[in-house]
């Protein structure tokens, strides 16, 4: 049984660039959150993600944006990017009203 | 507003020895309690939760109390070993576990 899975693991872009990330849910559950963790820090919130619609959002700007499909898989899209958005993003999946379950994270580095 | 305050690391500790880091948090309702694990280049696994004051979560020889008048949920094990060195996070949830705000994490390092 799988569990959550990102892509890509790493991935290295420049300022002012836009980059996309994806999240498929572990099997069975229908929610999806985003965080994002600071180098030496815990993973901040940025939004959840149910029945295609964000329901929940932390304070990130709008240059953070998300989608989620109907088979539940999840994309966070962040535009126009800075220096500090280089950060390990962690996709978490539960049914809804349930713990989270976390993937591996993608790496993101800007340049 | 919500949030979560855990001791700071690096924690060292040598094979076989006690144990504990502290985490504190502040909620506006009734939260859920969580411990996590980060080994290195992985995601977060959770450890342990206990969603009601009083409930102690355990697993794998850790354990956690939820304390509402001290307002803390303290992680504890016996007798640790090399394969626990890792990042632990103290985390809580209100409501439905829709949201989780995460302390910053505590580095255990265990020496054989």
């Known amino acids: 049984d799988a569990g959550v899975t990102q892509s890509p693991t790493h991935l290295i872009k420049t300022r002012g660039q836009q980059v996309t990330l994806r999240c498929s849910p572990k099997s069975g559950h229908d929610t999806v959150s985003w965080y994002q963790q600071a180098l030496g820090q815990g993973p901040q919130f940025i939004f959840q993600?149910?029945?295609?619609?964000?329901?929940q959002r932390g304070n990130f700007p709008d240059r953070f944006s998300g989608h989620q499909f109907p088979n539940y898989s999840s994309e966070l899209n962040v535009n126009a990017l800075l220096l500090g958005d280089s950060a390990l993003y962690l996709c978490?999946?539960?049914?809804?009203?349930?713990?989270?379950?976390f993937g591996d994270g993608t790496r993101l580095s800007i340049l | 507003g919500d949030s979560v305050t855990q001791m700071e690391g690096p924690v060292t500790l040598s094979e076989e020895a006690f144990l504990t880091i502290n985490c504190t948090y502040t909620?506006?309702?009734?939260?859920?309690l969580f411990w996590y694990v980060q080994y290195p280049g992985e995601g977060l696994q959770l450890l342990l939760k206990a969603t009601k004051a009083d409930d102690k979560g355990s697993n794998k020889g850790f354990e956690a109390t939820y304390r509402k008048e001290t307002t803390s949920f303290h992680l504890e094990k016996g007798s640790v070993q090399v394969s626990d060195s890792a990042v632990y996070f103290c985390a809580l949830s209100e409501q439905g576990f829709n949201k989780f705000y995460f302390g910053s994490g505590t580095k255990l390092n265990v020496k054989p």
């Open positions: 993600y149910y029945e295609e619609e964000e329901r």
């Open positions: 909620a506006t309702g009734y939260p859920s």
């Open positions: 978490a999946s539960s049914q809804w009203g349930q713990p989270q379950h």
